[in-house]
């Protein structure tokens, strides 16, 4: 009863998004375990009858049920009801939580999820790991390393618990000790096409990282988007990685195949739809691209963000630049998130030193640097050797503030 792909996380970076997913295994059918036996109770009068048990065993029979059915939402209803008889029943409290972490209640199954363990610590360590999975997809991810590797303690030899900790620590942006875990899940089970996957998607071109990952990382990512697939070939997500890094290798034709694989796995994935625009651009059909886009636009309202950075950059490519600069400080001024204004400051100044306006592309600069663009030294990595601002490489002002954002890498 394994809920499938129940977060897609994904890295920005140069560009380009790469995504990765968490495992996690079955939850058991441990139907035995769903009956609870009445008990006996003595009465006032001295007979003996059976309490309001037999009701309780009613209402676990329907819970039962209803989760066989896979009918989660009425399951959990029972169960809360069942628990206002039974409350001392952790059995219970782990199905409820069961129910509540397929309907997406999170919070409440990791409250239901604790309060099982903390009744039967013995017997319930292994909800470690569904608990350190379920802080993964809220989000959390150092509570989640935290139960995860408690999980370790009593099951070292669990592949899916090293792959959720890459995950978690690829999140941090703790990409060495991402690598390490994921080859520690290879090791343990080269079956798992997911891990491969996640593996080839610890990708970055910053010289920081280059010491963890193999040298040529775009080829070695290929490599294992294709391993996943020799074990899955229905691995939607694979496809697209695998689009990825054959667009970055500049393999225009094989990428397009790919995504459109990809998309006719599963054509709700906005993310196939946003590379395979990127795509697009690349090969000069701005057309196809302003429709792959606007899908995203209207339908992905997770990653709406960098949906819009492309948007954007489909009108540099075309060199609209006023076009392209209106849309970007639209943006830069609508957003109440600073981290947002600061990459659409800093494209608005992209986009007027193309069009050789240079007083204002310093002063979306500017703009971008109050906003805490440079604050992550790959960006200004980036930004030392962005082509765009060629244009700019005699302006005294600019040299300025080039040398200035340069002093943080020292």
């Given at each position: 009863?394994?809920?499938?792909?129940?977060?897609?996380?994904?890295?920005?970076?140069?560009?380009?998004?790469?995504?990765?997913?968490?495992?996690?295994?079955?939850?058991?059918?441990?139907?035995?375990?769903?009956?609870?036996?009445?008990?006996?109770?003595?009465?006032?009068?001295?007979?003996?009858?059976?309490?309001?048990?037999?009701?309780?065993?009613?209402?676990?029979?329907?819970?039962?049920?209803?989760?066989?059915?896979?009918?989660?939402?009425?399951?959990?209803?029972?169960?809360?009801?069942?628990?206002?008889?039974?409350?001392?029943?952790?059995?219970?409290?782990?199905?409820?939580?069961?129910?509540?972490?397929?309907?997406?209640?999170?919070?409440?199954?990791?409250?239901?999820?604790?309060?099982?363990?903390?009744?039967?610590?013995?017997?319930?360590?292994?909800?470690?790991?569904l608990i350190g999975t379920i802080?993964?997809?809220?989000?959390?991810?150092?509570?989640?390393?935290?139960?995860?590797?408690?999980?370790?303690?009593?099951?070292?030899?669990?592949?899916?618990?090293?792959?959720?900790?890459?995950?978690?620590?690829?999140?941090?942006?703790?990409?060495?000790?991402?690598?390490?875990?994921?080859?520690?899940?290879?090791?343990?089970?080269?079956?798992?096409?997911?891990?491969?996957?996640?593996?080839?998607?610890?990708?970055?071109?910053?010289?920081?990282?280059?010491?963890?990952?193999?040298?040529?990382?775009?080829?070695?990512?290929?490599?294992?988007?294709?391993?996943?697939?020799?074990?899955?070939?229905?691995?939607?997500?694979?496809?697209?990685?695998?689009?990825?890094?054959?667009?970055?290798?500049?393999?225009?034709?094989?990428?397009?195949?790919?995504?459109?694989?990809?998309?006719?796995?599963?054509?709700?994935?906005?993310?196939?739809?946003?590379?395979?625009?990127?795509?697009?651009?690349?090969?000069?059909?701005?057309?196809?691209?302003?429709?792959?886009?606007?899908?995203?636009?209207?339908?992905?309202?997770?990653?709406?963000?960098?949906?819009?950075?492309?948007?954007?950059?489909?009108?540099?490519?075309?060199?609209?630049?006023?076009?392209?600069?209106?849309?970007?400080?639209?943006?830069?001024?609508?957003?109440?998130?600073?981290?947002?204004?600061?990459?659409?400051?800093?494209?608005?100044?992209?986009?007027?030193?193309?069009?050789?306006?240079?007083?204002?592309?310093?002063?979306?600069?500017?703009?971008a640097k109050h906003k805490g663009?440079?604050?992550?030294?790959?960006?200004?990595?980036?930004?030392?050797?962005?082509?765009?601002?060629?244009?700019?490489?005699?302006?005294?002002?600019?040299?300025?503030?080039?040398?200035?954002?340069?002093?943080?890498?020292?």
């Open positions: 009863m394994s809920k499938s792909r129940l977060i897609k996380a994904f890295l920005l970076f140069a560009g380009y998004l790469v995504s990765c997913q968490f495992s996690y295994s079955q939850v058991p059918s441990r139907q035995g375990d769903y009956y609870y036996i009445p008990y006996r109770k003595q009465s006032k009068g001295g007979v003996q009858q059976y309490g309001g048990n037999m009701r309780a065993t009613a209402t676990m029979n329907n819970a039962v049920a209803e989760m066989n059915r896979e009918n989660y939402k009425e399951a959990e209803q029972y169960f809360t009801k069942y628990l206002s008889i039974m409350s001392g029943d952790y059995r219970a409290l782990i199905y409820r939580g069961i129910c509540r972490y397929m309907n997406n209640d999170l919070h409440f199954a990791i409250r239901d999820l604790k309060r099982a363990v903390n009744m039967n610590r013995n017997e319930n360590k292994d909800l470690y790991k802080y993964c997809a809220e989000g959390k991810y150092e509570k989640a390393i935290r139960f995860l590797n408690k999980s370790l303690a009593h099951s070292p030899f669990d592949p899916e618990i090293y792959n959720n900790l890459g995950k978690c620590y690829q999140e941090l942006d703790d990409l060495a000790n991402a690598y390490k875990c994921y080859n520690k899940a290879i090791q343990l089970d080269s079956t798992m096409a997911l891990v491969y996957n996640n593996r080839g998607s610890v990708v970055n071109f910053s010289l920081e990282y280059m010491q963890h990952v193999h040298p040529d990382d775009i080829t070695s990512a290929l490599k294992d988007f294709e391993k996943a697939l020799a074990v899955d070939s229905t691995l939607e997500i694979a496809w697209r990685n695998k689009g990825v890094a054959q667009m970055l290798l500049k393999r225009y034709n094989e990428a397009l195949a790919s995504l459109n694989y990809a998309i006719q796995l599963d054509s709700t994935d906005y993310l196939a739809y946003f590379q395979r625009s990127i795509l697009y651009s690349k090969t000069g059909k701005f057309d196809l691209a302003e429709k792959d886009i606007f899908r995203c636009m209207y339908n992905d309202h997770i990653n709406i963000q960098a949906t819009l950075v492309e948007r954007g950059n489909i009108l540099l490519y075309q060199e609209q630049y006023s076009e392209a600069l209106a849309f970007f400080s639209f943006y830069a001024h609508k957003s109440f998130q600073r981290s947002f204004k600061a990459v659409m400051s800093m494209k608005s100044a992209e986009a007027c030193a193309l069009d050789n306006n240079q007083k204002k592309a310093i002063y979306y600069l500017k703009r663009y440079f604050n992550s030294k790959i960006r200004v990595k980036t930004f030392l050797v962005n082509p765009y601002f060629k244009n700019l490489n005699r302006n005294s002002h600019f040299l300025s503030f080039r040398s200035k954002v340069g002093k943080i890498l020292l």
